[in-house]
């Protein structure tokens, strides 16, 4: 009775055993045959205005700005200007000891009086040593002169004749003298060579400067049209080909949050230039210029601003979140999708060349399923995308959420649409529909 008792104890424990692995097996079963559902959101495709858009940063300068550098070297002994006054064409900027440069006219006029005094008497000279070979030629064309003596006339005549010229050139070496004297002297008076205002003094009263006619000498101030003011930003050689001289922008300076600026590109650098040579860090950027319309406040140089550059616009474009166009590979052949990778991007199988690109797509939803559709771009702006080719109107688009449009999301994936959680829509600048 024991053993009995013992064998139906064991037949209970293995019984239920067997049970719970065929359960388990049951629940792994039905598990996996189980559909992931993707939770998604969605809107309507639809005509939009689109404005393509450059951002850039930059500076708020003068369109006209000069720069007043000295030309000769002294002590500043009048200074009449402050920084921030008004100044026109002709007004006196700076003055510069002249002392040393009117003695360097007084000597240049004096040698110059020198030269002219021996050049006189070199013409003296000259008219009476042609006289005396006119003489010897009659003499010796009636044989009553020798040929030495005649030789000895004409060698004199053609060395005064050269030591006339010698003095000519004196004279002209004199005069350039004086001039460059001048020059130089008239360089101590620096006048303002525009209207405008006087936007950086950087010397003061009594300072000694210098300058020559072959370097930079050193700058006193700069003197600026502070009525006509532009926005100097630097544009990445990716973005520069799509702005063009006349482009409109939307001016946002730092000193005036609330207020936007009107401006529009007058002028774009052919030549780029580089920061970071030769480094990981190398950027290439061309300045562009824009002139700011606004006219009724005061800009000061220096002032940091951003640009938003319109570079074209498009109206009544299908158009799509910018959010909704993703990329995946194309499918291999001989299978029904594509395998996805781990970095989220459907990577390649059999069949599938390596030089085939990922394809722009969408997503739409028909029936309950997410359907992949190849799709070709245009212009964009900050919230929406053009959809050139592709797209058809008013068909459900996702649009979230990002994981699951950048990773999760094959075609034929189940999605349940939850259009009441989104809360990131844009809402694009163009007028829209």
Same mark, same amino acid.
Do not use: C, H, W
């Given at each position: 009775m024991a053993n009995g008792k013992k064998n139906k104890k064991k037949l209970f424990i293995f019984s239920g055993i067997g049970?719970?692995?065929?359960?388990? +097996?049951?629940?792994?079963?039905?598990?996996?045959?189980?559909?992931?559902?993707?939770?998604?959101?969605?809107?309507?495709i639809s005509e939009r205005t689109i404005t393509q858009v450059v951002n850039a940063s930059g500076k708020i300068q003068p369109e006209t700005m000069v720069k007043i550098n000295a030309e000769v070297s002294g002590e500043?002994?009048?200074?009449?200007?402050? =920084?921030?006054?008004?100044?026109?064409?002709? &007004?006196?900027?700076?003055? +510069?000891k002249p002392d040393q440069y009117q003695a360097q006219v007084d000597r240049a006029e004096a040698g110059l009086s020198s030269a002219r005094a021996s050049l006189n008497l070199q013409k003296a000279n000259l008219e009476k040593v042609e006289s005396e070979f006119k003489r010897a030629e009659e003499l010796y064309q009636k044989t009553l002169l020798s040929d030495q003596e005649f030789v000895a006339a004409k060698t004199a005549l053609n060395t005064t004749k050269s030591q006339y010229e010698s003095a000519q050139a004196g004279v002209r070496q004199a005069e350039a003298s004086l001039r460059d004297?001048?020059?130089?002297?008239?360089?101590?008076?620096?006048?303002?060579?525009?209207?405008?205002t006087v936007s950086q003094l950087l010397s003061e009263l009594g300072e000694?400067?210098?300058?020559?006619? #072959?370097?930079?000498?050193?700058?006193?101030?700069?003197?600026? &049209?502070?009525?006509?003011?532009?926005?100097?930003? &630097?544009?990445? =050689?990716? &973005?520069?080909?799509?702005?063009?001289?006349?482009?409109?922008?939307?001016?946002?300076?730092?000193? #005036?949050?609330?207020k936007k600026f009107a401006g529009i590109v007058y002028e774009i650098a052919n030549t780029a230039t580089s920061k970071g040579l030769g480094t990981q860090d190398e950027v290439t950027n061309f300045q562009v210029k824009i002139r700011v319309l606004n006219k009724e406040v005061?800009?000061?140089?220096?002032?940091s601003m951003t640009a938003d550059i319109e570079t074209e616009t498009k109206k009544n474009v299908l158009a799509v979140p910018i959010q909704s166009v993703t990329t995946r590979a194309p499918k291999p052949k001989g299978e029904e999708k594509p395998a996805e990778g781990g970095d989220g991007q459907q990577q390649g199988g059999p069949g599938l060349?390596?030089?085939?690109k990922p394809v722009e797509c969408i997503f739409i939803v028909e029936n309950g399923k997410a359907k992949m559709v190849?799709?070709?771009?245009?212009?964009?702006?900050?919230? #929406?995308? =053009? +959809?050139?080719?592709?797209?058809?109107?008013?068909?459900?688009?996702?649009?979230?959420t990002y994981k699951a449009i950048n990773r999760d999301l094959e075609d034929g994936s189940v999605v349940k649409v939850e259009n009441q959680t989104k809360k990131f829509a844009m809402t694009p600048r163009g007028d829209n529909k």
């Open positions: 049970a719970v692995v065929v359960i388990l +097996i049951l629940v792994v079963v039905l598990g996996s045959k189980k559909e992931n559902i993707i939770t998604v959101q969605t809107e309507k500043i002994t009048a200074l009449p200007v402050k =920084e921030g006054d008004k100044v026109k064409r002709g &007004d006196l900027l700076v003055r +510069i004297a001048k020059e130089s002297l008239s360089k101590t008076a620096i006048y303002s060579p525009m209207n405008g000694r400067v210098s300058g020559s006619s #072959f370097t930079q000498g050193t700058q006193i101030m700069t003197v600026a &049209d502070l009525s006509m003011m532009e926005a100097r930003v &630097d544009v990445g =050689e990716n &973005d520069i080909v799509m702005i063009s001289i006349g482009d409109t922008s939307r001016i946002t300076i730092d000193a #005036f949050p609330d005061a800009l000061r140089p220096g002032m060349s390596m030089n085939e190849p799709v070709k771009r245009g212009i964009n702006d900050e919230g #929406f995308v =053009e +959809i050139s080719e592709g797209a058809t109107k008013d068909s459900e688009v996702i649009s979230g």
